[in-house]
């Protein structure tokens, strides 16, 4: 498949120069069509059983919303995305770091098989071109550019997928991050991502779709999740956390409390009156209750 072919899928072109100037496809579905709805599950080989089930899991679930999955075909966490929308009958993407007609690594031979009658192998890479250190970082761009986002699910410090997290921040796509035990190494690249701002915070798979734009989740998640102090600004929050529920304080105590300016405290207190949140008597400031 070159460049000017039908089938090509334009989200590659935002690789500028970078973008492969040809693809080795095997398998059925349009390329394009399947990019157009599709997202990337990557993380570490060495991955932890958490991590495993995580991949497994939500690559199984965002299949049956209608995603396509895309991944590396590694083991650990790109085997597991893979093996979990084989399991429900979806459509999955492996962007290799070999030729298409290479099984890489042996161990998936029939994983690969399984993708192919079903979805899609990919590889810039000429047939019969062994699996090579710099090709996987090669590949890495593809993915994070064929997807219209990504998520990590486990990331060492240094690695691949870091690598893959670095194009998808390049090209302005979403990215996320799922969090782990502070005390698992496997988890460190996400933790990174996060406090770096580099990445979302993702705890469910629901956050995923909803935020790649599937319009049903989000009125979902919107309606469970929303919370009336949800309008306030961070100064009307702190404000309010300090108000007390019986014995009411005057704005100059919960201005100490605060840390904030008088001013900054009486434009807070009402605007949270007005709201219903609070109420004031004899200049003393309380909370009114649910």
């Not at 995603?67 to 962007?95: E, F, K």
């Not at 161990?107 to 993708?115: C, G, K, M, T």
């Not at 000429?126 to 997807?147: D, E, K, T, V």
Request: net charge positive.
């Amino acid at each position: 498949m070159f460049r000017d072919s039908p089938e090509w899928p334009s989200q590659l072109n935002d690789l500028g120069h970078e973008r492969p100037f040809v693809l080795w496809v095997v398998g059925t579905p349009d390329v394009r069509l399947a990019a157009v709805r599709s997202l990337s599950i990557v993380g570490a080989r060495d991955c932890s059983p958490y991590g495993r089930f995580v991949a497994r899991d939500w690559s199984a679930r965002l299949s049956d919303r209608g995603w396509v999955v895309i991944s590396g075909g590694a083991l650990g966490i790109d085997g597991a995305a893979h093996q979990g929308v084989l399991s429900v009958g979806g459509v999955t993407v492996c962007v290799l770091a070999c030729g298409v007609d290479v099984s890489y690594p042996r161990a998936h031979e029939s994983l690969l098989a399984n993708i192919a009658d079903t979805g899609l192998l990919i590889s810039e890479s000429p047939p019969g071109s062994p699996a090579m250190r710099q090709r996987f970082l090669s590949r890495n761009r593809i993915i994070a550019a064929l997807s219209r986002g990504t998520v990590v699910v486990e990331a060492g410090s240094r690695s691949g997928t870091t690598s893959t997290a670095n194009f998808v921040n390049r090209l302005n796509r979403p990215l996320f991050a799922v969090p782990g035990a502070v005390t698992s190494p496997a988890s460190i690249g996400c933790h990174q991502l996060i406090n770096e701002g580099k990445a979302i915070l993702a705890t469910q798979w629901q956050d995923v779709a909803a935020m790649l734009g599937d319009q049903q989740l989000t009125s979902n998640l919107e309606s469970v999740q929303s919370r009336p102090t949800d309008v306030l600004t961070p100064i009307q929050k702190k404000v309010l956390d300090a108000v007390p529920l019986r014995r009411g304080k005057p704005a100059e105590v919960l201005m100490l409390t605060t840390g904030l300016s008088l001013r900054e405290v009486l434009i807070a207190l009402g605007v949270l009156e007005v709201e219903g949140f609070i109420r004031q008597e004899d200049h003393l400031w309380r909370l009114v209750r649910a």
